[in-house]
């Protein structure tokens, strides 16, 4: 596979890939609304910003507010149906891996990693989401004394998140395989060891999915007792 190919380096792809909170793209026009006025007043250039930063400061009280709610809502939510919330996220957590596998089938299949930074991206938002969501559960849980499950699940937190930056180097892997496999003259020695790479990151990602499923099944009894209570 050649540069113009790839779109971008191999090696910027896996640094797309970082857990946190998905962007607010009020401020992704200014540069275009610059562009669009120059050569006018500078006062124009500064009421654009200002403009740009009210609108920042509007999704940010507007998260805030949201935040509140969902927070007030778990907070008159009883034990047993914030573990089903807890179940609800493991469930979209798959699904997103799902559709990341897919996105980076793709990219092996046609040898183009052009949308592959997409994909990243809208893992990332994802998998962001999700994480907050079990750790506003968890903070409810912290509050209400319930050490066991809150001890669960920052355990589930740590697996997944082990778990999620092993995915990536894998992905990596996989691509580089990929590349070397494409090249005109590909060295056995390089691909042994990058068969090996991606052998052993794969056996690390089921080392830790057999991790989160034994927590998973540790928060289903939970939720069980607490049926039965």
Not at 107 to 134: K, Q, R
Not at 206 to 227: G, K, P, Q, S, Y
Request: contains cysteine; aromatic residues 2%; glycine residues 4%.
């Amino acid at each position: 596979m050649n540069s113009n190919s790839q779109g971008i380096p191999i090696e910027d792809a896996l640094s797309i890939l970082s857990l946190r909170k998905p962007h607010h793209h009020a401020d992704c026009n200014s540069i275009g609304d610059r562009a669009k006025h120059m050569g006018q007043t500078i006062d124009l250039l500064e009421t654009t910003t200002t403009t740009a930063e009210r609108g920042n400061e509007e999704i940010r009280i507007r998260d805030e507010e949201r935040h509140k709610k969902v927070q007030n809502e778990l907070n008159e939510m009883p034990e047993s149906e914030l573990l089903q919330a807890v179940l609800r996220v493991q469930e979209d957590r798959v699904k997103t891996y799902k559709n990341y596998e897919t996105d980076l089938g793709t990219v092996l299949h046609t040898g183009n990693m052009t949308g592959y930074p997409d994909a990243c991206l809208s893992a990332t938002a994802s998998f962001s989401v999700l994480s907050e969501t079990v750790n506003a559960i968890q903070s409810v849980l912290e509050q209400r004394e319930q050490k066991e499950l809150v001890g669960l699940l920052k355990q589930l937190q740590g697996y997944e998140k082990d778990k999620l930056h092993i995915t990536a180097a894998h992905h990596l892997e996989r691509i580089r395989k990929r590349n070397e496999e494409m090249q005109p003259n590909c060295d056995p020695r390089n691909m042994k060891l990058l068969e090996d790479g991606v052998a052993s990151l794969q056996h690390k990602i089921n080392a830790t999915v057999d991790n989160i499923n034994e927590t998973i099944d540790e928060i289903r009894c939970m939720l069980l007792d607490l049926d039965d209570q």
